[in-house]
């Protein structure tokens, strides 16, 4: 368990650069990053859960430009090995809404360590516009060993204090509460689709779009009902 956990920790910080600093592959996005998290913890119905319900409240508000959301991808990767804590003692649908009501507020933390990162990366770089070609490159790479440092820290401390709540109050949680909990995930699903279609940008959205949120709830809606 504390290797999946460590692993899934790792693979969590270094998709999550995916999202500004690397790549830019759509692999931070949650309903990705959420089921390789899941795989690696052994428990893919978990991560699928996790990364539907915070790709579909999150899908109105892309990272554009300078505009900084809250971080759903730095939430997913903490929210997984949560999750993969709480079900130890739980079922998958509890775990999952366990994980999402206790990570959430981390969307907030994943959007600080961004803005710190930008700044302090910032540094980098010569202010002699002359020495910029020779020092880009050396920035680059200890830019990206910084975030990836960074995130590793951040991700590994909400997942130790937040898992560590979870485990500690999995067992004392009244059973009420944690039926309450279990629908966390579809909740969050259905605002996410409710929000996609009142939007007004629903009009100029593609087809498929459309078609990949109705498939991803229905696989949702397969999961939790088997």
């Known amino acids: 368990m504390i290797f999946s956990l460590t ?7 270094v998709l999550w650069l995916d ?3 690397m790549l830019q592959a759509l692999l931070s996005r949650p309903i990705v990053l959420g089921p390789l998290l ?12 996790i990364g539907a319900s915070l790709e579909l409240m999150w899908l109105n508000a892309p990272p554009v430009g300078a505009f ?10 903490v929210a997984v090995p949560v999750g993969a804590v709480a079900a130890v003692a739980l079922t998958t649908q509890e775990a999952a809404g366990v994980a999402l009501f206790v990570c959430l507020p981390t969307t907030l933390v994943g959007r600080w360590i961004d ?11 010569p202010d002699d516009p002359a020495r910029l070609s020779e020092r880009l490159p050396k ?13 590793l820290g951040a991700i ?11 485990y500690f109050l999995k067992d004392v949680l009244p059973l009420s509460v944690l039926r309450t ?15 996609l279609i009142t939007s007004r940008r629903m009009q100029t959205r593609t087809i498929w779009i459309v078609a990949f949120a109705l498939g991803l709830s229905a696989g949702v809606l397969w999961i939790w009902t088997r």
Not at 38 to 49: C, E, I, T, W
């Open 38 to 49: 899941g795989l690696a913890v052994h428990n893919l119905p978990l991560g699928l859960l």
């Open 181 to 195: 909990l279990a629908c966390l995930p579809l909740i969050g699903i259905v605002i996410g689709l409710t929000g």
């Open 68 to 77: 900084l959301p809250y971080d759903d991808s730095f939430c997913a990767a």
């Open 7 to 13: 692993l899934c920790v790792f693979l969590g910080a």
């Open 19 to 21: 999202r500004v600093f």
């Open 115 to 125: 803005t710190r990162i930008r700044l302090s990366n910032q540094s980098l770089l």
């Open 156 to 166: 590994a401390l909400c997942t130790a204090v937040l898992g560590g709540t979870v």
């Open 139 to 151: 920035a680059m790479y200890l830019a990206l060993g910084r975030s990836f440092l960074s995130a």
